[in-house]
């Protein structure tokens, strides 16, 4: 079965540098999620998108913004990269109409490590 | 507000021991989602089981086992005769309400569990 999709799996920058992180969400799946999980951290919820509009918000940073396309897909950018950027950023999908269900749930993809220097 | 707390932070066992992680929440919705997932050291997160607010029921799956207790807001998480490979962090995650927008996972601070040969 298809899968979460994101790429690059590694990513290296410097500061201040900009780095563009991509999500593939599971096909008919309508809304995603990012995540930033710091070193010994849990994962914390940066944005969502709903048919491809902004549904939610959390400690996401004035440098950091994304958007989901047409065809689902999100992008996840991030100027003038920090050292406490480095971590382990995770996209996720689920169904919208299926809240509610019993099977309702999340599919996360593998992340993108991302290395500031 | 939703929040998800894991107060052991490490847990040290010695293969074949049983072991119990704990997961506490709070929220005000009536209708929601509690997750358990694993990460291991490759920092992938597996997902080990769901369970909705209006189903209860306790479950078993092979050596692991979950204790859902609406009464004491807990989602307990047992591992029946610990393996080696078991070692990882594990996350308790709650889901918002279904009745609001956003959708998004709140994860506890996790639990590293290290399983000794």
């Known amino acids: 079965a298809a899968g979460v999709i994101q790429s690059p799996r590694h990513l290296i920058k410097e500061k201040r540098e900009t780095a563009t992180l991509k999500c593939y969400p599971i096909p008919r799946h309508d809304t995603v999620y990012w995540y930033q999980q710091g070193p010994g951290q849990d994962p914390q919820f940066l944005i969502s998108f709903y048919e491809k509009m902004q549904s939610d918000k959390g400690s996401i940073p004035d440098r950091f913004s994304a958007q989901q396309f047409s065809d689902y897909h999100s992008e996840l950018n991030m100027s003038s990269l920090e050292l406490g950027d480095s971590a382990l950023y995770f996209c996720?999908?689920?169904?919208?109409?299926?809240?509610?269900?019993?099977?309702?749930?999340?599919?996360f993809g593998s992340g993108t490590r991302l290395t500031v220097v | 507000a939703q929040k998800v707390t894991q107060a052991q932070t490490e847990i040290s066992v010695v293969e074949k021991e049983d072991v119990t992680l704990d997961c506490v929440y709070e929220?005000?919705?009536?209708?929601?989602?509690l997750f358990w997932y694993k990460q291991p050291p490759s920092g992938e997160l597996v997902f080990l089981i769901r369970?909705?607010?209006?189903?209860?029921q306790n479950e078993i799956s092979g050596r692991y086992s979950w204790n859902f207790q609406k009464s004491t807001s807990s989602f307990n998480f047992t591992i029946t005769a610990s393996q080696v490979v078991d070692s990882a962090v594990y996350f308790c995650?709650?889901?918002?309400?279904?009745?609001?927008?956003?959708?998004?996972?709140?994860f506890g601070q996790g639990t590293e569990l290290s399983v000794k040969p």
């Open positions: 995650a709650l889901s918002e309400g279904v009745d609001n927008q956003g959708g998004k996972l709140i």
């Open positions: 369970r909705n607010s209006f189903d209860e």
């Open positions: 929220t005000r919705d009536t209708t929601y989602y």
């Open positions: 996720a999908s689920s169904l919208d109409k299926d809240r509610g269900k019993l099977d309702y749930g999340y599919t």
